[in-house]
């Protein structure tokens, strides 16, 4: 006999790709097609309500209440910087908070989304290091960032939503989330959600070279590569993830990546410390290590943060290195600051993390928290 005071464990819809809702809709005896009527309701026309999604039955639609849901993360604040960014929290459970932020540019829109709860890489630089590492996110975690924002943000001038790139340079290491970063993605580039196209979707990773090799082939997206540092002591001081994976192979895994997709770069994040990575011979030790690759270099000022002991580098010297750079045949620009009033700059980002898992690089705890 059947209980009718059971409760059912709903099946969360956001962040399921494609081919697993059209698995979940054929297990519920329904034709395939019905994936795609529900993902463009979701993300195309920001509906969450079953019941309001007309071109499905009723009968359907009375199933579905019953045992799916679309259940987004929950935006706990917004502020907004007098640049025009926008920065939200959203609570991933527990007391632990997550951030995205919305960089609105001329043509475009972007959004720099969280991955982890915290991050367990410890780059020395990074505020959401220096927060420890709790626990992944999951892909609904991951793709409700996205629609939140343009469920909040107003159309742009020609009615495309606002967020046009997405960019996984939030809290967490993107690729020791790779089980669920991959299926966020897919739901990102599919033209029933946001049919977003692979050079409008950024993954940043600090250099985690299996992980690199696995996503140029599960799904090619732009890759941007936290470099900061041309040589290996450096890079193992600043970088600790450098001592699994010293530079040689990190840039190799690089070119692998870039070589499957014709007219593709890979982007090199280099943050400017002052007195630290910041001289003309670093400027020429990167050249010898990019020139004539696939490769371009952006520069981003360090932004502080409390406890940090680094200082930004000055703007003359930013300007020297850029333009040493340019001198020997290398692409560079210098990321401009945003959102530092309302700490959404580049490196600020801490959330509120607690119950932190301290993890070092290396050991098998490391590896299984990551996968």
């Given at each position: 006999m059947t209980d009718?005071?059971?409760?059912?464990?709903?099946?969360n819809?956001?962040?399921m790709?494609?081919?697993r809702?059209?698995?979940?809709?054929?297990d519920m005896?329904e034709k395939p097609?019905r994936?795609?009527?529900?993902m463009q309701w979701?993300?195309?026309?920001?509906?969450?309500d079953?019941?309001a999604m007309t071109?499905?039955?009723?009968?359907?639609?009375?199933?579905l209440?019953?045992?799916?849901?679309?259940n987004?993360?929950t935006?706990?604040?917004e502020h907004q910087s007098?640049?025009g960014t926008?920065?939200?929290?959203?609570?991933?459970?527990a007391?632990?908070?997550?951030?995205a932020v919305f960089?609105?540019?001329?043509?475009r829109?972007?959004?720099?989304?969280?991955?982890?709860?915290?991050?367990?890489?410890d780059?020395?630089f990074?505020?959401?290091?220096?927060?420890?590492?709790n626990r992944n996110?999951?892909?609904a975690?991951?793709?409700?960032q996205?629609?939140h924002?343009?469920n909040?943000?107003?159309?742009r001038?020609n009615?495309?939503?606002?967020?046009?790139?997405v960019?996984?340079?939030?809290?967490?290491?993107?690729?020791?989330?790779y089980?669920?970063l991959?299926?966020a993605l897919q739901v990102l580039?599919?033209?029933?959600?946001y049919?977003?196209s692979r050079?409008?979707?950024?993954?940043s990773?600090?250099?985690?070279?299996?992980?690199?090799?696995?996503?140029?082939?599960?799904?090619?997206?732009s890759l941007a590569?936290s470099l900061h540092?041309?040589?290996?002591?450096?890079?193992d001081?600043?970088?600790p993830?450098?001592r699994?994976h010293p530079?040689?192979?990190l840039?190799?895994?690089?070119?692998?990546?870039?070589?499957?997709r014709?007219n593709?770069?890979i982007t090199?994040?280099?943050?400017m410390?002052?007195g630290?990575?910041?001289?003309?011979?670093d400027a020429?030790?990167?050249?010898?290590?990019?020139?004539?690759?696939?490769?371009?270099?952006?520069l981003i000022?360090?932004?502080?943060?409390p406890?940090?002991?680094?200082?930004?580098s000055?703007?003359a010297?930013?300007t020297?290195?850029q333009?040493?750079?340019?001198?020997?045949?290398?692409?560079?620009t210098t990321?401009?600051t945003r959102g530092?009033?309302?700490?959404?700059a580049?490196?600020?980002?801490?959330?509120k993390v607690?119950?932190r898992?301290?993890?070092r690089?290396?050991?098998?705890?490391?590896?299984?928290?990551?996968?």
């Open positions: 009718v005071n059971a409760v059912v464990d709903k099946t819809l956001i962040g790709e494609r081919s809702l059209e698995q979940f809709f054929a005896g097609f994936a795609k009527q529900v979701i993300y195309q026309r920001g509906v969450t079953f019941d071109d499905l039955s009723q009968g359907l639609r009375s199933r209440a019953l045992v799916a849901e679309v987004l993360p935006a706990i604040s007098s640049d926008v920065k939200w929290l959203f609570s991933s459970g007391g632990q908070v997550v951030e960089i609105p540019e001329l043509g829109g972007t959004l720099c989304i969280s991955s982890q709860v915290g991050c367990a890489m780059c020395s990074c505020a959401t290091g220096k927060q420890g590492f996110l999951s892909a975690e991951i793709v409700g996205v629609w924002a343009n909040s943000l107003p159309l001038a009615g495309v939503r606002a967020v046009t790139n960019v996984f340079m939030g809290m967490g290491e993107p690729l020791a989330n089980r669920n991959v299926p580039l599919d033209d029933f959600s049919g977003l050079r409008r979707i950024t993954v990773t600090s250099g985690i070279v299996p992980h690199i090799n696995r996503l140029a082939e599960d799904c090619n997206v590569v540092a041309a040589n290996d002591t450096l890079r001081e600043i970088v993830v450098n699994m530079i040689a192979n840039l190799e895994a690089c070119w692998n990546y870039a070589a499957l014709a593709r770069f090199f994040e280099y943050v410390l002052d630290i990575n910041d001289s003309i011979k020429d030790d990167l050249a010898v290590l990019l020139r004539g690759r696939p490769a371009k270099i952006n000022p360090f932004n502080p943060f406890g940090t002991d680094y200082q930004r000055p703007e010297v930013i020297a290195f333009n040493r750079l340019r001198s020997k045949g290398i692409v560079a990321r401009r530092d009033d309302i700490d959404a580049c490196g600020q980002l801490a959330g607690s119950d898992i301290r993890v690089l290396g050991d098998k705890k490391t590896r299984v928290a990551r996968a």
